[in-house]
């Protein structure tokens, strides 16, 4: 009688002991969630995952970027390892073999940004409403047509994202030899298709100071969020932030 009591005591207590474990394990495991959550989510730094500092040669990152943008999920059209945001973002661009600016970057820095997604700057493959920002420098000199991108742009974006162009400054850069772009002529290119044999070579098809961009917002109507008539990652260019309203 006496070793029955006993053994369904050991019984109890050995349960009691589960338990005990167990709810300190399962204690544990919701703090270590809230942790991981609190720290992966909600520190912004968190998300300086690609395209980060890995040469003295490097242009700057841009701090204003990050103060916008910082925490939020976008797409970056050409990125590049010599000129990096260091948002979280995928890299876009018309081909993931393009040898000149590979080279260029390795020069550079020893290294080049995979790409993401091959497609054209100006046709992606994303649902509308889909990102909360679009991040390039030195890309929308490079199309054809820039306003056809920049609706392709604002097109993906949610009401209330950023468009955030880094644009090279005709004074300021190997373009200062060149006549400026005027209006007229990217509302041409905007309502009329290329010559037939129009090849796009990718180079420099507009060349702006910062007064010929705003003349071009304000034509079609798309809100400017900021600007900044000299960048701050490598002073050469001009900043504009579209905002989707």
């Not at 991981?36 to 909600?42: A, L």
């Not at 097109?155 to 006549?179: L, Q």
């Amino acid at each position: 009688m006496f070793q029955t009591l006993v053994f369904k005591a050991q019984t109890l207590l050995n349960k009691r002991t589960l338990l005990h474990f167990t709810a300190i394990t399962i204690v544990i495991s919701l703090i270590s969630f809230y942790i991981f959550k609190h720290w992966s989510f909600n520190d912004k730094n968190i998300n300086r995952k690609k395209n980060c500092k890995i040469s003295d040669k490097q242009y700057q990152e841009s701090e204003y970027a990050h103060k916008l943008l910082d925490g939020l999920k976008g797409i970056e059209i050409g990125a590049s390892s010599y000129s990096p945001f260091c948002l979280d973002t995928i890299n876009v661009n018309y081909s993931n073999n393009t040898k000149i600016f590979r080279e260029t970057e390795l020069k550079v820095t020893g290294t080049y940004v995979e790409v993401d997604v091959v497609a054209s700057g100006d046709n992606l493959p994303f649902a509308n409403d889909s990102y909360d920002f679009v991040i390039n420098g030195h890309v929308i000199e490079h199309f054809y047509d820039p306003v056809k991108a920049i609706e392709e742009w604002l097109r993906v974006i949610k009401k209330g994202g950023y468009v955030f162009m880094i644009i090279p400054h005709k004074e300021r850069t190997f373009d200062k030899a060149f006549n400026r772009t005027t209006l007229n002529e990217i509302i041409e290119r905007h309502e009329n298709k290329p010559d037939p044999g129009f090849v796009d070579d990718h180079g420099h098809h507009s060349i702006w100071i910062t007064e010929d961009f705003i003349k071009i917002c304000q034509h079609f109507n798309w809100k400017i969020h900021s600007l900044f008539d000299t960048d701050d990652k490598g002073g050469i260019s001009f900043t504009v932030v579209l905002q989707k309203q």
